[in-house]
Nanobody
Framework: VQLQASGGGLVQVGGSLRLSCAASGRAFSTYTVTWFRQAPGQEREFVATITTLGTITNYADSVKGRFTISRDNAKNTVYLQMKRLKPEDTAVYYC?????????????????WGKGTQVTVSS
């Protein structure tokens, strides 16, 4: 599976962005997909995950109520809708895929990674 994240950019505090993670391969619907982010000088951290059919989602406490993860398997794409953005949301955002939901919140548990997309929230 090859993944490509897009949709990042510069936005003001309180603004919104929608990230997309486009995948190649016919088996995309068999993968749990997770968004991670990494700010300068910090470790990569879990943001949100969604299971194969989108029936289960999970969020980091820092983004609950502001971010929504969704997927369209017909388009081989996972989305991350981000609202009420804060300066601390500034980071490079990565999407990753795994067949093991149990490890989907751990960067070391992911099998495939896309290149990141930069999100910058200005105050």
């Amino acid at each position: 599976v090859q993944l490509q994240a897009s949709g990042g950019g510069l936005v003001q505090v309180g603004g919104s962005l929608r990230l997309s993670c486009a995948a190649s391969g016919r088996a995309f619907s068999t993968y749990t997909v997770t968004w991670f982010r990494q700010a300068p000088g910090q470790e990569r951290e879990f943001v949100a995950t969604i299971t194969t059919l989108g029936t289960i989602t999970n969020y980091a406490d820092s983004v609950k109520g502001r971010f929504t993860i969704s997927r369209d398997n017909a388009k081989n794409t996972v989305y991350l809708q981000m609202k009420r953005l804060k300066p601390e949301d500034t980071a490079v955002y990565y999407c990753a895929a795994t067949r093991r939901y149990s490890s989907s919140s751990d960067p070391n548990g992911m099998d495939y990674w896309g290149k990141g997309t930069q999100v910058t929230v200005s105050s």
